[in-house]
Structures are given as structure tokens and as C-alpha cells.
């Protein structure tokens, strides 16, 4: 049973805000909401983490309602190198237990 | 700083032949995990060490797989003997742990057993 659901596929133009929603209904208390992009040849790379509300860093946004049961991974004007696949995870490390469950992951595609 | 580093990058072997990936987490990183992706299928956890221990070991698929971390450093999965079923790319994490961090991936072992 996946732990979280997210569209397969997204196309963007380059310069262009992107916004990937992932839905997390189950989510556990002690749950916190994970991004990970990967390039092909290579390993997933972590992007954001948050628990609730907004959290930003370098390379992008993260947006988590009061309920916590869904997220969107913001990019800012992205550009050809941004594509990639994202996955939007739950890490439960905070109850103790380190495993993180991939699903299928978005593939962004960014056209020029 | 150096990233997580995994050998070999590829491996083609014989069914029946033995294996060892290895893996060198991030220098002072207690916490090192083992994942893995079959052909089609998602990423799935292996195993988790802290240090030299083993914390989790559900996720290795049945008693071929063997996971070893001597000294709480670098990290060897064997496989023996390998079976067809076993190709995929195996991946090697490491982190400390620090929320807020997530955790660091190596760019895999590209396993194929012909």
C-alpha cells in the first residue's frame, strides 16, 4: 500500500514555476514530509524536509497544510537540468523506525 | 566532503557466482542503509546498520544476502549465490541522523545476472 500518491508525469517550460502535489492521507504523527530528486545513473538526492506549514531553502519550497495530509514541492524558474524524477516520501524516523518507502516518483520533464 | 561512494559501478555475473558490492558512507556518519531497485519495481529498503550493528535487517530478501559493516566504516552486501531475480541497481545510504538532512545516497551498483 503506497504511503504516498503523486501525478507520474509533469511537462514544464523553462523559467516557469513548478508545483508537484503529492497526497499523504495516512500520514503518522510523527511522519516528516520528504523530497528526493533523482537523475538517471544516479542515486536519489535530498532536496527539503519539513513537518508543517512552509519551509524553503536554496534550491526550493516546501508547503504542508494544518492537517498534514497532503504537500507540494515548489521549483522556481526551472531550467533543462531540473529534469529529473521527484519522489515525495514520508520519513518516519522520528517514531523511531529509519526505512523510507519510494513509490513511482514524478518524472519532470522541462522543455526549452 | 566527500559523498557516498559504492564499487563496483556495474557487475555482470553468472547465476550461481558470488558477489560483493561495497559501500563507503560519508566519513562520520554512524548510519548507513542498503536499497535497492529491481528492473520496473520501486526502491526498496534493505537494511539499516548504526555503527557496526545491525538495525534493521527486514528488508533483505532471504538468507543469499549478506550484509556486513566491520569497524562501523565501510559497508560489503554479498550476494551467493546470485540468482537471476537479484539483477537491479543497489544503492548505499549514509546519514547522521540530523533531521532537516535527509539522508545521502551513493549512485548505485548496477547488478546484472545473466
Known amino acids: 500500500l503506497a504511503k504516498t500518491t503523486q501525478p507520474i508525469s509533469m511537462d514544464s517550460y523553462e523559467g516557469q514555476e513548478v508545483n508537484i502535489t503529492c497526497s499523504h492521507n495516512?500520514?503518522?504523527?510523527?511522519?516528516?514530509i520528504t523530497w528526493y530528486q533523482q537523475f538517471p545513473s544516479q542515486g536519489p538526492r535530498f532536496i527539503i524536509q519539513g513537518y508543517k506549514t512552509k519551509v524553503t531553502n536554496e534550491v526550493a519550497s516546501l508547503f504542508i497544510p494544518a492537517d498534514r495530509k497532503s504537500s507540494t514541492l515548489s521549483l522556481p524558474r526551472v531550467s533543462l537540468s531540473d529534469t529529473a524524477v521527484y519522489y515525495c516520501l514520508l520519513d518516519p524516523s522520528g517514531a523511531g523506525s529509519y526505512q523510507l518507502t519510494f513509490g513511482k516518483g514524478t518524472k519532470l520533464s522541462v522543455i526549452p | 566532503e566527500a559523498g557516498v561512494t559504492q564499487f563496483p559501478s556495474h557487475s555482470v555475473i553468472e547465476k550461481g557466482q558470488t558477489v560483493t558490492l561495497r559501500c563507503d558512507p560519508i566519513?562520520?556518519?554512524?548510519?548507513l542503509y542498503w536499497y535497492r531497485r529491481v528492473m520496473g519495481k520501486e526502491i526498496k529498503f534493505l537494511l539499516h546498520?548504526?555503527?557496526?550493528?545491525?538495525?534493521?535487517e527486514s528488508g533483505m530478501p532471504n538468507n543469499r544476502f549478506l550484509a556486513e559493516r566491520t569497524g562501523g566504516t565501510y559497508s560489503t552486501l554479498k550476494v551467493q549465490p546470485a540468482e537471476l531475480e537479484d539483477s537491479g541497481v543497489y544503492f548505499c545510504?549514509?546519514?547522521?541522523?540530523?533531521?532537516?538532512?535527509?539522508?545521502?545516497f551513493g549512485s548505485g551498483t548496477r547488478l546484472t545476472v545473466v
Open positions: 495516512n500520514i503518522a504523527t510523527n511522519d516528516y
Open positions: 545510504a549514509s546519514s547522521d541522523r540530523g533531521l532537516g538532512y535527509g539522508y545521502t
Open positions: 566519513s562520520g556518519h554512524d548510519n
Open positions: 546498520f548504526v555503527k557496526e550493528s545491525k538495525q534493521d
